[in-house]
């Protein structure tokens, strides 16, 4: 049920839905810029940087975490989510930045973690303290089985079971992460109530909207039911990959709690909010979240993250998904961020991987939805190598060496090419500059009018004053073995998007209008990893 300040916002935030169709560029604020040379990037560096940001063309930036936190997984371990870790600055460095922002025309979304806090969080600690004090039921508790075990056999993503052991309760508390992430138990309203007070607090500030962090996880099976195993096929990278995610996330109740969510960010008008939506299967769940007007505005899977390959048959698979009407939500599309190898060291490991780089750059701004931007992306930047030593990504040390981890997709930015650290700071950064990232630096790139960085300014504005890319309907033409075709149009423009996804030549059917083209065309014929985009006129 609609609250009325909600409803009186309710004509005005469908009028200022700047969110369809934006491009919204990642900041992994770490490693973005470093404004103090400790080696950690910091609010203040972001700010220092937000012109560099305006001029890609993009509608919004997106901050990880900056709250305070012992950092045990590097800011998604919130001890104060009200707060600026000293690392990154101060509330004051906030302000500043969303001030600064605004003046170029830049929404601010900040990432929200409701499904954990960090073990330090005054909340947790309370908590733990005994079985009967206020906060007792804010995490998820559980006696032990008679045998002493944990309560049932749920997993960890980052490995072991998803239970520790306090004894000061004399129980197990469940963490979906880290033993140091204990999950909080949004079944209890008053932990809703609290953690709608933090967002309010958050849109106070000014922010125009959330990025909500493994929000599938935010509730639990209340039976704690065992998981089944996962079928062979599915692979087994983690011992967190052998079971089926039935019971500790996707309850049908988290709707509930967004909708709860979505009537308070409504009552402000015009803010975005955007789940992340992991699983084997997110599609339907993406769906069910976003379906409607009163539940969130967007959500975006892992579907192209995680993919080993991008084809044609995969991009039709999941682009025809959200096609059904505006009812099954609006999508979001991202080939990177701080959770997945850099997609050039997925999808292109020859030769080609700068000309892969500008045909995965105009694919993802031909997409129906809204599209995220990692930073670096628009560099072009490679999966840095960093060896096992100088890792700090939890989930990489635990499961080295049978996955990538996510260091290496979150080495500090390069400004400056033949700077120390490339230009990130005077200090030792926290993770390694890559050299391999030293000649696509943010400095040589500038100074390239022909540049990757360039070509992803142009197609950024292509894309911003085509009615068709931005809100229009999308349709897909033909996904063979290497070619992908599709349609995008809206009422006045109809436009033919069409891609090569293979490292050889391609004859295609033309004779329309050309409008933006990258890599090698001639006449009917793309050379390896070629796209255009025509305008199919009107007759």
Same mark, same amino acid.
């Given at each position: 049920?609609?609250?009325?300040?909600?409803?009186?916002?309710?004509?005005?935030?469908?009028?200022?839905?700047?969110?369809?169709?934006?491009?919204?560029?990642?900041?992994?604020?770490?490693?973005?810029?470093?404004?103090?040379?400790?080696?950690?990037?910091?609010?203040?560096?972001?700010?220092?940087?937000?012109?560099?940001?305006?001029?890609?063309?993009?509608?919004?930036?997106?901050?990880?975490?900056?709250?305070?936190?012992?950092?045990?997984?590097?800011?998604?371990?919130?001890?104060?989510?009200?707060?600026?870790?000293?690392?990154?600055?101060?509330?004051?460095?906030?302000?500043?930045?969303?001030?600064?922002?605004?003046?170029?025309?830049?929404?601010?979304?900040?990432?929200?973690?409701?499904?954990?806090?960090?073990?330090?969080?005054?909340?947790?600690?309370?908590?733990?303290?005994?079985?009967?004090?206020?906060?007792?039921?804010?995490?998820?508790?559980?006696?032990?089985?008679?045998?002493?075990?944990?309560?049932?056999?749920?997993?960890?993503?980052?490995?072991?079971?998803?239970?520790?052991?306090?004894?000061?309760?004399?129980?197990?508390?469940?963490?979906?992460?880290?033993?140091?992430?204990?999950?909080?138990?949004?079944?209890?309203?008053?932990?809703?109530?609290?953690?709608?007070?933090?967002?309010?607090?958050?849109?106070?500030?000014?922010?125009?909207?959330?990025?909500?962090?493994?929000?599938?996880?935010?509730?639990?099976?209340?039976?704690?039911?065992?998981?089944?195993?996962?079928?062979?096929?599915?692979?087994?990278?983690?011992?967190?990959?052998?079971?089926?995610?039935?019971?500790?996330?996707?309850?049908?109740?988290?709707?509930?709690?967004? *909708?709860? #969510? %979505? /009537?308070?960010?409504?009552?402000?008008?015009?803010?975005? &909010?955007?789940?992340?939506? =992991?699983? $084997?299967? @997110?599609?339907?769940?993406?769906?069910?979240?976003?379906?409607?007007?009163?539940?969130?505005?967007?959500?975006?899977?892992?579907?192209?993250?995680?993919?080993?390959?991008?084809?044609?048959?995969?991009?039709?698979?999941?682009?025809?998904?959200?096609?059904?009407?505006?009812?099954?939500?609006?999508?979001?599309?991202?080939?990177?961020?701080?959770?997945?190898?850099?997609?050039?060291?997925?999808?292109?490991?020859?030769?080609?991987?700068?000309?892969?780089?500008?045909?995965?750059?105009?694919?993802?701004?031909?997409?129906?939805?809204?599209?995220?931007?990692?930073?670096?992306?628009?560099?072009?930047?490679?999966?840095?190598?960093?060896?096992? *030593?100088? #890792? %700090? /990504?939890?989930?990489?040390?635990?499961?080295?060496?049978? &996955?990538?981890?996510?260091? =290496?997709? $979150?080495? @500090?930015?390069?400004?400056?090419?033949?700077?120390?650290?490339?230009?990130?700071?005077?200090?030792?950064?926290?993770?390694?500059?890559?050299?391999?990232?030293?000649?696509?630096?943010?400095?040589?790139?500038?100074?390239?009018?022909?540049?990757?960085?360039?070509?992803?300014?142009?197609?950024?504005?292509?894309?911003?004053?085509?009615?068709?890319?931005?809100?229009?309907?999308?349709?897909?033409?033909?996904?063979?073995?290497?070619?992908?075709?599709?349609?995008?149009?809206?009422?006045?423009?109809?436009?033919?998007?069409?891609?090569?996804?293979?490292?050889?030549?391609?004859?295609?059917?033309?004779?329309?209008?050309?409008?933006?083209?990258?890599?090698?065309?001639?006449?009917?014929?793309?050379?390896?990893?070629?796209?255009?985009?025509?305008?199919?006129?009107?007759?």
């Amino acid at each position: 049920m609609l609250s009325e300040a909600a409803r009186s916002h309710r004509a005005e935030a469908t009028a200022q839905e700047w969110w369809r169709g934006a491009a919204i560029y990642q900041v992994y604020v770490r490693s973005f810029a470093d404004s103090n040379d400790d080696g950690v990037g910091d609010l203040p560096g972001v700010t220092g940087k937000l012109d560099y940001i305006a001029s890609l063309g993009v509608d919004a930036l997106w901050l990880c975490p900056f709250f305070t936190s012992p950092m045990r997984d590097f800011g998604y371990d919130v001890a104060d989510y009200c707060d600026v870790d000293p690392v990154f600055g101060t509330l004051a460095d906030f302000d500043a930045l969303v001030a600064k922002a605004h003046s170029l025309g830049l929404k601010v979304i900040i990432d929200q973690v409701y499904s954990h806090s960090s073990d330090q969080h005054p909340w947790f600690q309370e908590s733990r303290s005994s079985r009967n004090n206020d906060k007792a039921d804010w995490y998820v508790w559980a006696d032990p089985k008679p045998d002493g075990t944990p309560p049932n056999n749920w997993l960890s993503v980052f490995s072991g079971p998803a239970w520790d052991w306090d004894s000061r309760r004399g129980q197990y508390y469940l963490h979906n992460f880290l033993s140091e992430q204990p999950d909080l138990n949004l079944h209890n309203r008053a932990v809703q109530d609290a953690i709608l007070e933090v967002a309010r607090f958050w849109l106070k500030r000014g922010v125009d909207g959330f990025r909500l962090d493994a929000i599938t996880f935010a509730m639990h099976d209340p039976q704690l039911r065992d998981n089944p195993p996962s079928p062979p096929e599915w692979g087994q990278e983690r011992p967190f990959d052998l079971q089926q995610h039935i019971y500790n996330q996707s309850q049908p109740e988290i709707a509930d709690f967004l *909708e709860r #969510l %979505r /009537d308070m960010t409504d009552s402000f008008g015009g803010r975005f &909010t955007l789940a992340e939506v =992991g699983g $084997r299967d @997110p599609l339907p769940e993406m769906r069910a979240l976003t379906g409607g007007e009163e539940r969130l505005n967007s959500a975006y899977g892992f579907e192209f993250l995680y993919a080993d390959k991008l084809t044609p048959a995969l991009f039709a698979r999941v682009a025809d998904s959200w096609q059904d009407s505006d009812a099954s939500g609006w999508p979001t599309w991202t080939f990177e961020n701080h959770d997945a190898p850099r997609a050039i060291s997925r999808w292109c490991r020859g030769a080609e991987q700068e000309q892969f780089a500008r045909l995965k750059t105009l694919l993802l701004c031909s997409l129906r939805g809204s599209i995220i931007i990692y930073q670096g992306e628009e560099l072009g930047l490679p999966q840095a190598e960093i060896r096992y *030593e100088q #890792l %700090r /990504d939890p989930e990489a040390i635990a499961n080295w060496p049978r &996955t990538f981890g996510r260091d =290496g997709a $979150r080495t @500090p930015m390069p400004w400056k090419s033949g700077a120390p650290n490339l230009g990130f700071s005077g200090g030792e950064p926290w993770l390694p500059a890559s050299q391999s990232h030293a000649p696509l630096g943010v400095d040589r790139q500038e100074s390239n009018d022909d540049s990757l960085l360039n070509f992803v300014r142009r197609c950024i504005g292509f894309r911003k004053g085509s009615s068709a890319l931005l809100r229009g309907a999308m349709e897909i033409v033909e996904a063979g073995k290497d070619l992908l075709v599709f349609d995008r149009q809206s009422p006045g423009q109809h436009l033919r998007c069409v891609f090569n996804l293979s490292e050889g030549s391609i004859a295609f059917r033309s004779g329309h209008r050309r409008l933006l083209t990258t890599g090698d065309v001639h006449g009917a014929e793309l050379g390896p990893y070629a796209a255009i985009i025509e305008e199919i006129e009107k007759r």
